[in-house]
């Protein structure tokens, strides 16, 4: 398959053809969760996506290391507490204890999502060695600082020697006094209000805290994807990616830390996700306007009319681009309720289908051609809505094709297990989507195929009242009964 994959560059904006640094192997890093609390749908929108460009790398022949770290320390709220810590004081438990409850759950919702696991999945609390060792380097190299104890990074002399920060989130050094992600603490002991902690000494009280050269204490947040993305993937790889309020600080970070320690670009490639809404609005628990994965799916929620499988909202979350907003509404997850059922049972008959034409059938051309374009279209910035569209364009086809609407003398063998390589590919090997009712479908399709054999017997009979009500009947049951020459079919309305 062709492996023509355009990117943004994510400083310049310009697209290019994506080349891996290592030839056919790709370096992906994805900044993972901080385990204090429950996953929220934002971030399982990140993860999906990921997810799905992480396959789609793998399908198309690359061989693809993806490192996705846990947050388990450091993680600092704009008031200077750790995020860990506040959830281990509010919960009554150990700091550990809260990391693995959120993290086990955190890999539960993904399983339900069926996204595959990362190729390694690095904590920040096993990797404190390399944090300190980082440290050194950036001070050896002259852009950071110790204060008593604690050493942050000279955001200033690091701008004005390097002109690089800022760069990836478009921002100057006037904006950054303002947007500083600790700004609140300690601000006599930096010499600028930008700068950040790369170590922060411990208050006697903190629980989590290793020893160093310079305090007991702890790594700031941005230290731990330097180090451990450096550790398993190089001083330069390929992708990095987060959720869009990584950008700043947390990537226009890393990367002065990265270029600080060692001189390099951490990443060719920085992709981000953006917003998931709720009608509209920015989620937010303090006006109500929030769900989380398991009110979704359960419908116990104001915001929903019905609870909608994981499959459902998977499907919904992959109409837009990873990169654009996607507004969450009742109706657009009614509508992907509809569009998914008629995927997996385009795939069903997709399966079913083989052509009677061992040459070239006059629908060769149009059906591998769309199957091509849905490839196509994934490979421009992984775009999942554009893909989709294609094999949507296919559906109808294969439709016409399973009831005898169009010939199967029309379509050859050769261009069948085309589309269906393509097609089933991306839905299941790539998108991760899986046919919820499979389970089911034996049975159903068992019961289905007495129902119609009975019903052709009524016909046979010219039985016609028994014959309507069994139609009619399935009808309101949402079935709906195809007759042709060649029998009577069925598909979900």
């Keep these: 398959m062709e492996k023509k994959i355009q990117l943004y560059n994510s400083i310049s904006r310009q697209k290019e053809e994506f080349k891996p640094i ?3 192997h790709v370096g992906m890093y994805v900044c993972g969760p901080t385990v204090y609390s429950d996953v929220h749908l934002g971030n399982c929108r990140t993860f999906i996506s990921f997810d799905i460009i992480f396959r789609y790398l793998k399908f198309i022949g690359y061989k693809v290391r993806y490192v996705r770290n846990i947050t388990d320390v450091g993680h600092l709220l704009d008031d200077g507490e750790d995020r860990i810590l506040k959830g281990a004081r509010l919960q009554q438990l150990e700091p550990m204890e809260v990391v693995q409850k959120y993290t086990n759950g955190f890999h539960a919702m993904m399983r339900i999502f069926n996204t595959e696991e990362p190729s390694i999945e690095p904590r920040a609390t096993g990797h404190i060695v ?3 060792e980082m440290v050194q380097q950036i001070i050896d190299n002259g852009y950071a600082y110790e204060a008593n104890g604690s050493v942050y990074f000279d955001t200033l002399k690091f701008a004005q020697s390097t002109g690089e920060y800022g760069k990836l989130s478009g921002r100057v050094i006037e904006e950054l006094v303002a947007e500083s992600r600790d700004n609140l603490k300690n601000q006599d002991e930096k010499r600028h209000p930008s700068d950040f902690a790369i170590w922060m000494k411990a208050a006697p009280e903190h629980i989590m805290k290793w020893n160093s050269p310079w305090s007991i204490g702890f790594p700031g947040w941005h230290l731990e994807c330097s180090a451990m993305s450096t550790k398993y993937l190089g001083t330069h790889f390929d992708i990095h990616g987060g959720g869009n309020d990584l950008k700043f600080p947390h990537h226009e970070n890393e990367i002065a830390q990265n270029i600080g320690s060692c001189g390099c670009h951490p990443a060719k490639y920085w992709l981000h996700t953006n917003m998931l809404l709720l009608n509209g609005k920015k989620m937010s628990k303090s006006d109500g306007n929030t769900i989380s994965p398991l009110e979704l799916f359960s419908g116990d929620s104001v915001h929903i009319s019905q609870g909608y499988s994981p499959m459902v909202v998977k499907f919904f979350m992959l109409q837009a681009h990873y990169s654009a907003p ?4 009742d109706e657009g ?8 059922k008629r995927l997996m049972e385009a795939s069903k008959i997709l399966s079913k289908l083989q ?3 061992a040459g070239k ?6 059906m591998i051609g769309l199957a091509d374009a849905a490839l196509t279209e994934m490979s421009d910035d992984f775009s999942t809505p554009k893909a989709l569209a294609k094999l949507f364009e296919l559906v109808p086809k294969i439709n016409s094709l399973g009831d005898g609407k169009l010939s199967l003398n029309d379509v050859s063998d050769t261009a069948l297990d085309h589309v269906r390589q393509s097609f089933h590919g991306l839905i299941f090997d790539v998108f991760g989507l899986k046919d919820e009712q499979a389970g089911e479908n034996n049975a159903v399709d068992g019961l289905m195929n007495l129902i119609l054999s009975i019903r052709q017997k ?5 039985d016609w009242p028994t014959s309507d009500e069994i139609r009619d009947g399935l009808k309101a049951a949402g079935i709906v009964v195809k007759d042709s020459k060649d029998g009577s079919s069925w598909t979900y309305e």
């Design 22 to 24: 290592h030839d056919t």
């Design 130 to 132: 390399e944090q300190i």
């Design 326 to 329: 996607l507004d969450l509404t």
């Design 333 to 340: 997850l009614q509508a992907a309720e509809k569009g998914f």
């Design 355 to 357: 052509g009677l034409n």
């Design 361 to 366: 059938g006059s629908l060769d051309e149009e």
């Design 458 to 462: 009524a016909r046979a009979n010219k």
